[in-house]
């Protein structure tokens, strides 16, 4: 995991987080993970917030597809592509599909072909025998869903090929959540009565526990689309309780261990970091973070560009801005100090 650390705050770690988002646009599917609150079920908190925003948009285009949708429809387009040489009984055409799916999976097909190519993968879900044989396949790719190939399969069909509202994409979300099922929605997915694994009446550490299958299901099978990116943030709120923070240190280590095809992002506060965090994590789930990235603050050269800039953006004219800077304001500010947080910067100057 990659540690980010702050001299305090106010030095922009959120805001470095929603540049790398942004850099990143659709090379990584992004979940920004507030605090948890409970420890005991971590994990149902990491998952509940991860889904939360992969049905967000992927985009602020008015016709965008969540981030769900699109990994969905990757993952199923170029698992069908990947297996179509050991063959799908019924399907002779598939290996013409090939180029088309892998076009469909990366988003290059124009909306018309995807919306054709979409449809055909939706015949193709709708038979239980190409489901039967690419989720027997999937373990020759070491992709290892604990028995429930089929019924992952299942889920990202229905959520995927299912319209935005329907019926049978809430009961995907569901099981996507670790959720128990109503018996009709088990039929409507079209899932083994196993596959239900969600208790009505579970403990919180067999939520936890399920909540923890569920995200290692959605990194295994990222290897066939894009890998994900955690990021958590405002870590400082873990500082006043022992029992999150040993948590977090879990966390830490099983993401490492389990989870594959993913990064993790790891901000913190210089202060709450070094003397409340550390020295409640065990050793060995310290080594799980890399050499800390330090961020640095402004000087005062910078202050002086990035206060001009506001102005600017401000419609304030040229010849009045050194008015802002007037009996030599901004030295005071940087006097003794060489560097200064961006936020406290700005709320000086405001």
Known sequence: AQLV???????????????????????????????????????????????????????????????????????????????????????????????????????????????????????????????????????????????????????????????PDGETRQAALKWLRAEPLEPDEVERLGLLRADNDAGEDAEPQEINTLSFGRLKGLCQLASYYRPFLFCFDQTEFYASDTALIRTLGNCFDQLFVDLPNHLTIVTANQENW??????????????????????????????????VERLKSCAIGEANIPEFFADAWLQRVFTPIPELGVRALLVRAG
Do not use: C, M
């Not at 020295?279 to 310290?286: D, E, F, N, T, Y």
């Open 5 to 163: 650390i702050s001299p305090d705050r106010g030095y922009g770690k959120s805001h470095l987080v929603g540049r790398l988002f942004t850099r990143l646009g659709r090379r990584a599917t992004k979940v920004y993970l507030r605090p948890f609150q409970d420890p005991y079920k971590a994990w149902h908190s990491i998952l509940l917030l991860t889904i939360q925003e992969l049905i967000r948009q992927e985009d602020d285009r008015t016709d965008a597809q969540s981030q769900l949708q699109s990994l969905a429809v990757g993952t199923l387009a170029h698992i069908v592509a990947d297996f179509a040489q050991q063959g799908v009984p019924g399907y002779p055409e598939i290996a013409h599909a090939v180029p088309f799916l892998r076009q469909l999976a990366n988003g290059e097909l124009p909306a018309a072909d995807s919306t054709r190519w979409i449809k055909w993968l939706a015949g193709l879900f709708a038979d239980a025998g190409p489901i039967n044989r690419l989720s027997s396949l999937l373990n020759t790719r070491h992709i290892d869903l604990q028995g429930r190939e089929r019924a992952w399969l299942k889920v990202l069909a229905a959520y995927a090929l299912d319209s």
């Open 274 to 307: 070094v003397t409340e965090i550390v020295p409640r994590i065990a050793a060995p789930q310290l080594q799980r973070l890399s050499g800390e990235i330090r961020l640095e603050g402004i000087s005062q050269k910078g202050a002086h560009e990035l206060i």
